[in-house]
């Protein structure tokens, strides 16, 4: 059985998820995942899909070390969330203030 890491709340810090979100395609996925209605799966993952599976699942595997995401397993699909709560328990409004700026970009 795969066991995923994640970060507990207190252990994210801003500069491991400015870091993750200062990739390009990890800033497309996460905002892909906060406009889902439900989680992502590693293979289904609408905002690149033409990247190759092992490329995807170590752009999501950053996101989750940094407290950005969190991942299950539901069958053989790895489904994804954001950790909206955490991480605005940690650092108010920083998403949505990220994912503003890069709306306009």
């Not at 207190?10 to 801003?14: R, V, Y």
């Not at 599976?53 to 999501?60: A, I």
């Not at 503003?100 to 709306?103: C, D, I, K, P, T």
């Given at each position: 059985?795969v066991?995923?890491?994640?970060?507990?709340r207190?252990?994210?810090?801003?500069a491991?998820?400015?870091?993750?979100?200062a990739d390009?395609m990890r800033?497309?996925?996460v905002?892909?995942?906060?406009e889902?209605?439900d989680?992502?799966?590693?293979?289904?993952?609408?905002?690149?899909?033409?990247?190759a599976?092992?490329?995807?699942?170590?752009?999501?595997r950053?996101?989750?070390?940094?407290?950005l995401?969190?991942?299950?397993k539901?069958?053989?699909?790895?489904?994804n969330?954001?950790?909206?709560?955490?991480?605005n328990?940690?650092?108010?409004?920083l998403?949505?203030?990220?994912l503003?700026?890069?709306?306009q970009?």
């Open positions: 059985m066991q995923f890491v994640h970060p507990q207190e252990d994210i810090t801003l491991g998820v400015l870091a993750a979100l390009p800033l497309r996925i905002k892909s995942l906060m889902e209605k989680c992502m799966s590693c293979t289904a993952a609408a905002p690149c899909p033409d990247m599976k092992s490329t995807l699942s170590n752009h999501f950053i996101l989750r070390e940094a407290g995401i969190q991942t299950s539901k069958g053989v699909e790895h489904r969330v954001v950790r909206a709560a955490d991480i328990a940690r650092f108010p409004k998403l949505k203030t990220i503003g700026f890069s709306e970009a």
